[in-house]
């Protein structure tokens, strides 16, 4: 799992004191295994895993495309994780491939009513996708993530590298979801609204 790699270039002084702030803080909690406490990431793991998940699902549709593949059925789609399958049709969406508008349509109709309606709204996007220019689809999309974009219950804490400060990992920050995976931010909103502030 990444996370655990994750305070490597500190020394175990260091890392201790930001553990104690995170447990205090409730965004962390130490779990014992066998006589080591274990920090676990709680979230952190789900919200990598659901991005991965959505990404297979991706990458399954785009080989079935390729090989001239017509899925049987999409019930494969139906009763998985919401968050998961959002954002997948995020994913989706993000390619702004119409190539997979067969799929959306013969997907749709076996959804549930809030699912379908996310479908049907892809499926209309990606066929204005075209006629869209940069900013207005990078707008588009930026609406969408807050829809398709489920935030999870917990916060994914992230240290800064910058200033070495916790931060909350904002999961409608849409840029940071590209197509070979998740990409956390390396610096809180602050450090990085300092760093553009230098650079105007
Ligand atoms: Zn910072």
Redesign the pocket.
């Given at each position: 799992m990444p996370a655990y790699g994750f305070y490597r270039e500190l020394t175990m002084e260091q890392t201790m004191e930001k553990v104690d702030v995170l447990i205090e803080a409730g965004y962390l909690k130490t779990e014992l295994s066998g006589k080591l406490p274990m920090i676990v990431f709680i979230v952190y793991g789900w919200t990598v895993q659901r991005e991965r998940r959505a990404e297979e699902l991706l990458r399954e549709w785009e080989n079935w495309l390729d090989q001239g593949i017509t899925p049987v059925s999409m019930e494969y789609l139906k009763d998985r994780n919401r968050g998961m399958i959002l954002m997948f049709l995020f994913k989706v969406l993000c390619s702004g491939d119409r190539k997979y508008i067969p799929f959306l349509q013969q997907w749709q109709p076996i959804e549930f009513r809030k699912v379908q309606a996310e479908i049907r709204q892809v499926i209309a996007d990606l066929n204005e996708c075209e006629r869209l220019g940069e900013m207005e689809w990078h707008e588009l999309l930026r609406e969408r993530a807050q829809s398709l974009i489920v935030r999870s219950r917990d916060p994914v804490i992230l240290m800064?590298q910058?200033?070495d400060?916790p931060?909350v990992f904002d999961h409608l920050d849409f840029s940071c979801y590209r197509a070979d995976g998740i990409y956390f931010p390396e610096?809180?909103g602050?450090?990085r609204n300092t760093e553009d502030g230098i650079r105007e």
């Open positions: 800064c910058e200033c400060g931060f610096k809180c602050h450090c």
